[in-house]
C-alpha cells in the first residue's frame, strides 16, 4: 500500500506541472475586464495562457554594432554629410523658431499697452485698429509664444 502511495505521488508530481487550469478573460457590463477559473455563462470570453515565460537570454558582454560599422568609406562619408546637414537645418528651425518667439512677444506687448492701437493698410492709409482684430492679433501672437517660446525657455 505504502509503495502505491508514493507511486501515485510520484505520478502527480510528474503530471501536475504540466496540468494548468484554464484562465478565462471577458469584459462585464460595465466594461470592466475580469479574469476566471470557470467560463463565464452567456458572455464572450477569451481563455488565458497561463504558461511561465521562457527565462530572458544572457546578455552578451560584447558591444552591440553599430549600424554604421558595416558601411563603406563613401557610405560613411555620406551618412556624416547627411548628419551635417541635419544638424545645420535643426539649428536653421531653432533660430527661426527664436526670431519668430521675440516677434511674437514683441507684438503682443504692443497690442497690450494701448486699447487704441493705429496701423497702416497696404495703401499706407492709417486706420485705428477695431477691438475685434486686435484681440484675433492679440491671440495670434500668444499662440505664437507658445508654439515657438516654451521650449526655448526650457
Known sequence: MRQ?????????????P???????????E??????????????????????????????????AATPDSDLSEEQQRM???LKAREAERVEQV???????????RSVLARLTQSNRIRVRDS??????????????????AQEGIATNCDSLDS
Open 79 to 81: 551618412l556624416d554629410e
Open 4 to 16: 502505491f502511495r508514493f507511486f501515485q505521488c510520484l505520478l502527480l508530481a510528474i503530471v501536475c
Open 30 to 63: 460595465n466594461g470592466v475586464v475580469n479574469y476566471t477559473q470557470h467560463k463565464p455563462e452567456n458572455r464572450a470570453s477569451t481563455t488565458v495562457s497561463t504558461r511561465a515565460s521562457t527565462p530572458p537570454e544572457a546578455e552578451t558582454t560584447e558591444p
Open 123 to 140: 495703401g499706407g492709409t492709417e486706420r485705428v485698429l477695431p477691438e475685434e482684430e486686435r484681440q484675433r492679433r492679440i491671440n495670434e
Open 94 to 104: 531653432a533660430e527661426i523658431r527664436r526670431d519668430n518667439c521675440e516677434k511674437s
Open 18 to 28: 504540466g496540468a494548468q487550469a484554464e484562465i478565462y478573460r471577458w469584459v462585464d
